[in-house]
């Protein structure tokens, strides 16, 4: 009895002595977080008062092909976070953002066998909001602006003619536009440090009639040019005549 165990476990010890050792490493399973490599050198930039750019490089992997990025923001510093996007590629703009607001960022690598943990955390706060470009209207004190153009006449009450205003770029393109009267009207989401010109429309035939309200000068300096250079925070009065067959007008 003691000689049939013997030999059936001298059986069994050489069956295990006959696998190669590199057959027992090679079905060794890594722990996933060393197979799946993260991104890496996140940056977050505020583009304005409401987006933030984000750029970051793609993980060091052979192998393995990475299909997508998963994109989650916090808003409390990385308490909780949310995801916001899923993308390919290596950056991201985040839009619709509140001004003054700083926003959390890490991205995780999306692979065919898992996902990745994250990466660094990266933060940025959206711009303030623009304080934009304030335009008024107003018309020279004068008896033509009688009978269709006074604060109150037969056409109705109002405080005045209303104006067509232009806001371009350097370039002369148009950016916004918009209509004011004494009540004035702003141009906003404007970028911060950046040059815009007003341009102050006349009103030919203005409001169906055959008066022509016209552009005489700027309130602060008497200047007549236009279009008028201006940035973030600028106020600017125009000052209207009315011509054409007003009555007594110019």
Request: hydrophobic share 35%.
């Amino acid at each position: 009895m003691v000689t049939k165990f013997f030999i059936i476990t001298l059986i069994i010890f050489s069956l295990l002595i006959s696998v190669p050792i590199n057959q027992y490493a090679s079905a060794q399973v890594l722990p996933i977080s060393s197979v799946l490599p993260s991104p890496t050198n996140l940056v977050a930039n505020a583009a304005s008062s409401s987006q933030i750019n984000l750029s970051w490089n793609a993980p060091i992997v052979v192998g393995k092909i990475v299909t997508d990025y998963k994109i989650e923001r916090s808003i409390n510093g990385g308490t909780t976070w949310n995801i916001i996007a899923s993308k390919t590629g290596t950056t991201f703009s985040d839009t619709g953002l509140t001004p003054s607001t700083t926003y959390t960022y890490r991205v995780s690598a999306i692979y065919q066998v898992g996902t990745s943990p994250p990466s660094n955390t990266a933060s940025a706060t959206t711009d303030a909001q623009s304080a934009g470009i304030t335009v008024y209207a107003h018309r020279i004190p004068a008896a033509y602006w009688d009978p269709c153009f006074a604060t109150t006449c037969s056409a109705g009450s109002g405080p005045g003619a209303t104006m067509y205003f232009e806001l371009w770029d350097s370039l002369g393109n148009l950016v916004q536009s918009g209509y004011a009267d004494e009540g004035g009207y702003t141009f906003s989401g404007l970028t911060a440090g950046t040059t815009y010109y007003v341009y102050p429309f006349d009103c030919n035939s203005c409001h169906g009639s055959n008066h022509n309200v016209v552009f005489q000068y700027w309130g602060d300096n008497q200047s007549t040019v236009k279009p008028r250079p201006a940035t973030e925070g600028a106020s600017l009065n125009a000052w209207y005549s009315c011509t054409n067959s007003c009555a007594d007008g110019p």
